[in-house]
């Protein structure tokens, strides 16, 4: 599918009218595939197909697109993939599930609240256990959220990021070194390992698209990249070991959702718990597997397609009497850019069915209606 370049340096205002259209879109969205039901729909299996990307890493043309091939297939319908042979060293991977749990498990009470979300304009720092909500569940995960700094990007960055409010200063919240040493090191290894493995398959989601291989580089210059750290504690009373069709029988991690952003690279430790959303409305468990991430497509891909690559709704129920912990990086391009529907991906006499959207103001946005009563908290507007 060729698609021409779209006017995406451009910071044009997004005005209210479109941003509610993109705020109730996204949860039209979400309720439509929460609300389908299996009986017409497609057939399963729903399946989370495992690239081994190595390939990509040649220098022969026809060696990356053949992995892009795959991650498109993959695009089209699941909207979730594994990927192999990426290149992050798997000691970087353990170190980062090592801190997260030392940070959620040997960190104060008073040094966590010291970094609480309330204190951020930007959805960083520590969430308690039951703190946010999706979808009206309380979630019991608890987590601790940080963003794009230059200092862990292994390109030193443009000097020109901007929060996504638009703002310059510096917000992430990190623990004192003498209350956790070494967990800061180890934070800015594994940002900087991913951000780049990011840009690598941005590329290749390029070639999907049959664009450019580069068209997204200027895009990602100084990118918004948030990164969070995440807990899952055991469930407290007996879930049926598989997705149940009852949500009332589930005790949910975290709830009902599509990402934000470009696209999410999921590591996560051995503990299964991530469920997805299949076309027929059934939950799909997505297991493990050592080495690999897990990747899935998020809403700015899926707006940029016009719905042709999937912003697949997914959820995590740890079912199991072990802990669990991830580490999810939501990558977003710099979020002064406008996403706009790709020309290309609108069929002759089709309209584009998302109207343009800046990044960061997206992203807060839809931040905002995770608190339990759905209003916001940060009670910030952006100034770009
Ligand atoms: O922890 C996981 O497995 C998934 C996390 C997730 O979906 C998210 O934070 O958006
Ligand atoms: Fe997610």
């Excluded at 439509?32 to 022969?60: G, H, M, V």
């Excluded at 801190?99 to 609480?116: D, I, N, S, V």
């Excluded at 007996?238 to 589930?250: I, L, R």
Aim: glycine share 8%.
């Amino acid at each position: 599918m060729a698609a021409a370049v779209a006017s995406h340096q451009i910071a044009q205002p997004t005005d209210e009218t479109t941003l509610n259209e993109a705020r109730s879109g996204a949860h039209a969205y979400l309720q439509s595939r929460l609300a389908s039901k299996p009986a017409a729909l497609k057939q399963e299996p729903f399946e989370i197909p495992i690239i081994d990307i190595s390939p990509s890493f040649s220098t022969c043309l026809s060696d990356r697109k053949g992995v892009a091939a795959e991650i498109r297939s993959a695009c089209l319908t699941s909207g979730f993939f594994y990927i192999t042979n990426h290149g992050v060293p798997l000691p970087t991977c353990s170190a980062i599930l090592r801190e997260a749990q030392r940070f959620f498990k040997t960190l104060p009470r008073e040094k966590k609240e010291a970094m609480h979300l309330r204190n951020s304009k930007l959805g960083y720092g520590w969430e308690p256990s039951e703190y946010t909500s999706i979808a009206g569940d309380v979630e019991t995960k608890e987590g601790f959220n940080f963003g794009y700094e230059e200092g862990l990007d292994k390109t030193g960055g443009d000097g020109l990021y901007k929060n996504l409010d638009g703002t310059t200063y510096k917000g992430n919240m990190w623990p004192e070194e003498s209350d956790l040493p070494g967990f800061y090191a180890v934070v800015r290894e594994y940002y900087s390992e991913v951000l780049q493995l990011a840009r690598h398959l941005f590329r290749l989601f390029a070639l999907s698209l049959s664009l450019p291989e580069t068209h997204f580089d200027p895009m990602t210059t100084h990118p918004g990249g948030i990164a969070r750290l995440l807990y899952y504690p055991p469930a407290k009373r007996p879930v049926p070991s598989s997705p149940h069709p009852s949500a009332a029988a589930e005790e949910i991690g975290l709830g009902a959702h599509s990402d934000y952003e470009c696209f999410t690279l999921l590591l996560c430790s051995s503990s299964p718990g991530l469920e997805i959303l299949s076309p027929t409305g059934t939950w799909t468990a997505a297991p493990p597997i050592p080495g690999s991430f897990i990747v899935n497509v998020a809403d700015f891909l899926m707006r940029w397609t016009n719905g042709v690559y999937k912003s697949t709704v997914h959820r995590v129920v740890n079912r199991s009497k072990e802990e669990r912990y991830s580490v999810p990086f939501f990558f977003s391009v710099n979020y002064d850019v406008v996403i706009e529907t790709l020309p290309g991906c609108v069929e002759e006499g089709g309209r584009a069915m998302y109207p343009p959207i800046r990044a960061g103001e997206y992203i807060l946005e839809r931040l905002n209606t995770t608190t339990k009563d759905g209003k916001g908290y940060y009670g910030n507007e952006a100034v770009f």
